[in-house]
């Protein structure tokens, strides 16, 4: 049986690897599809949206009050719409630390629009998809605001069950999509795309209609659907989502919101859209382990786990659990590994205050267990390791990884297996 703790690994680990996206499971519409890593700020989705033919509002972007201001000025538009820029959804709805209510706000002066970002910037907004404490706000998107008669919803996104993109769209937009999914789901519509022959005429004109635009408007949106779908496609996209897809009393379809998440497996061929990852919003930890190839997952117990491998990983969490501990975190040191990242990977196991012990557990296949074990050393010597630590190594030269630890004159406590590792960590915190 897996434990709890073992199912939360599981989730961060399979949020790691697989983010799912707008359309959660509870979507009849849709199955959960592959969430990836990368997810840009609604201003350079937009960018690239505005770049091919898809029309959104102006905006400028602002990283202080008084930007804001000059940017409201120099937009000259009847109304200024300002938006707090965090990757989640939801802002309209959301709340800042400084007390401000709304993420998105309508107004026709710019003076306003200094005062409110005065409130956003440098604040947490916390949203229905945020976590409790909210997200920190670093930068504001001033635009040109427009008049919404109509809000509808579209999205692209590759799906898993149909084998390739699909559209799904709902003329009730606007809203959380998994609202309407969940209330009315004949307002759902659907188009499979074949990636290879393309999106057809027919197929965004049936989806313009079914989202309910009528007459030229018709035109109008297919066309905005058609290069919605080709940027997807372009771009190595998972997910395009345009909420609101709306309409304005002058006979425009605009993309108001924008959301696209990307295939991380195309970073080799989408350097520049990759270079503008915003990592400011993952936890520091997280980013620093990336700086040294190494994925770090904390949780909330007290034994840190060093491991090789998403499965050894869970397996750990769940080995610990059984034998009544308690995993803080684990590091994956991946596959072709240096000494320098062994000592990194220390560095930060250890620099949670809650660990109170480590568990090394290490198959060397492709990895050397000597390179492992000089890493250990080298560490627990230049770190001054004060809590215990049991090593676990398997496979590739663990015979000379052996001596290397037995050798060094450090308590390492060395476990036959996994089984005894596990009891050998959790004694020594049971121990203390
Ligand atoms: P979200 O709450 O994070 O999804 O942010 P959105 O960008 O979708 O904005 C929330 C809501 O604000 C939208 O659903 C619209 O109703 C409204 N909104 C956003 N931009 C404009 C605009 O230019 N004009 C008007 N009238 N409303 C807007
Ligand atoms: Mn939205």
Known sequence: MASPVAAQARKLLRDLALRPPLLAARSQAVQLTPRRWLNLQEYQSKKLMSDNGVKVQR?????????ALEAAKRLNAKEIVLKAQILAGGR????????????????KDPQVVGQLAKQMIGYNLATK???????????VMVAEALDISRETYLAILMDRSCNGPVLVGSPQGGIDIEEVAASNPELIFKEEIDIIEGIKDSQAQRMAENLGFLGPL?????????????????????????????????????????????????????????????KSENEPIENEAAKYDLKYIGLDGNIACFVNGAGLAMATCDIIFLNGGKPANFLDLGGGVKEAQVYQAFKLLTADPKVEAILVNIFGGIVNCAIIANGITKACRELELKVPLVVRLEGTNVH???????????????????EDAAKK????????
């Open 92 to 107: 309209g709805k959301g709340v800042f630390s400084s007390g401000l209510k709304g993420g998105v706000h309508l107004t």
């Open 59 to 67: 905006f400028f972007v602002a990283d202080s009050a008084n930007e």
């Open 400 to 418: 000379e990884a052996q001596n290397i630890l037995s050798n060094s004159g450090l308590p390492i406590t060395s476990a036959v297996d996994l």
């Open 425 to 432: 960590s959790v004694a020594s915190v049971a121990k203390k």
């Open 218 to 278: 018709k035109n109008q949106a297919a066309d905005q659907i058609k290069k919605l779908y080709n940027l997807f496609l372009k771009i190595d996209a998972t997910q395009v989502e345009v909420n609101p897809f709306g309409e304005t009393p002058g006979g425009q379809v605009v993309c108001f919101d924008a959301k696209i998440n990307f295939d991380d497996n195309a970073e080799f061929r989408q350097k520049d859209i990759f270079a503008m990852d915003d």
């Open 129 to 139: 998809q945020t976590p409790k404490e909210g997200v920190k706000v670093n930068k």
